[in-house]
């Protein structure tokens, strides 16, 4: 039996952790942390701590009693990390990503200029362990914001790091509007847009 559910401050570490192995195999991870993937979870930590549970909006889904997914959104206007917010998690991103730190940062901030400027639900992650992928639990947390952004009449926005992708989220209405490429002949992400329905 699975539950979607909001996130509280005491799931960030097992939802981290679950968020590190669902992208273990991501090539925009990859890049990020080529030589030590083990610290994706640490990433998706300070993701959460900082910038995504301060807006509430971070779903789980459960299954017999574990946590298994996770989709991190951001509402509209909120998408941009603040820069007291950036300054603050400096220190611990130069910890987690080490030499890659500013490299890493520039794709992001080639990422960021790419965001639409329209007023949209942004969603920045989603992720299932590969252990309960293909039960349906990342589609259950899409539908549970997407229901209410079309109610609202709220278009959504996301980047997909994989191309193979791509077709999973034109299921849910989404459509590529770019190509996104990361420096250093870093890999590709396709941002994508979606119309309330």
Known sequence: MSEVRDVTAADADPLAAVLGR????D???QWMFPRRPERMGSMFA???RHAHLPNGLTELAERD???VAGAMWDPPGRWRVPLATQLRQLPGLMRILGGRTFTVLRGLGEVEREHPIEPHWYLAVLGTDPRA????????LLRSRLTRCDERRFPAYLESSKESNVPYYERFGFRVTGEIRLPGD???????????Q
Not at 22 to 25: I, L, N, P, R
Not at 186 to 196: I, V
């Open 22 to 25: 669902a992208f273990a195999g």
């Open 27 to 29: 090539p925009v991870w």
């Open 46 to 48: 300070s993701m959460l």
């Open 65 to 67: 009693g574990r946590i």
């Open 133 to 140: 992928q293909g039960l349906g639990l990342g589609s259950a």
């Open 186 to 196: 870093g890999p590709r992400l396709w941002p994508m847009w979606r119309n309330p």
